[in-house]
């Protein structure tokens, strides 16, 4: 039987984590995998394996390993929450971990304006224990905005997965997570 993939696809503090956590206490069976909580582990427990520069391989390594497992030992609906807006990292994930045959795979991109990511930035309590190179938020989502420039940095697309549902407002959660469970419903 065919599983469930949600990958979501944002930049820093558009909802991304929020909706993950609010769709896996909605759809029954499922898990989120949010390499923030990765990051954070090594960086509180193994700072010196990080990584100085280029892709965080530690990082990826441990995502990957929670991504096996879980495909390997269990029978849940993953919630993929991290930004994923490469189109290649989306087509690793699509093609490589999670392929066609065996899951539906639904995209969620959170195509927030930039301003209003600042204004969240700024009310934030969230915990800057993830950084590995930054300082704050604010230096997250300038990098970011710079990566807006990179070739492979694009809004996904319909041909990329079974669903595709853009939330260009915060207040559209609550019907894409219940679109969700009535795709798992009706499997």
Do not use: W
């Amino acid at each position: 039987m065919k599983r469930i993939v949600v990958i979501t696809v944002g930049k820093t503090h558009s909802g991304k984590t929020t909706f993950a956590r609010q769709l896996e206490r909605k759809l029954d069976n499922s898990i989120v995998m949010d390499q923030d909580n990765h990051a954070e582990f090594i960086n509180t427990y193994y700072k010196k394996l990080q990584p100085k520069k280029g892709p965080n391989t530690l990082k990826h390594a441990i995502s990957k390993l929670v991504v096996d497992y879980t495909k390997e030992n269990t029978d849940f609906h993953l919630i993929i929450c991290n930004s994923n807006r490469s189109i290649n990292d989306r087509g690793y994930l699509l093609k490589q971990l999670f392929p066609a045959k065996d899951y539906i795979r639904i995209l969620v991109h959170f195509d927030i304006p930039d301003h209003i990511l600042l204004a969240r930035i700024q009310q934030s309590k969230r915990k800057t224990t993830i950084f590995r190179s930054a300082v704050n938020f604010e230096q997250v989502l300038a990098r970011q905005q710079t990566d807006d420039a990179r070739e492979d940095v694009i809004s996904p697309t319909q041909e990329e997965a079974d669903y595709l549902f853009v939330l260009k407002d915060s207040r559209e959660v609550d019907v894409i997570v219940e679109r969700v469970v009535a795709i798992a419903k009706g499997m």
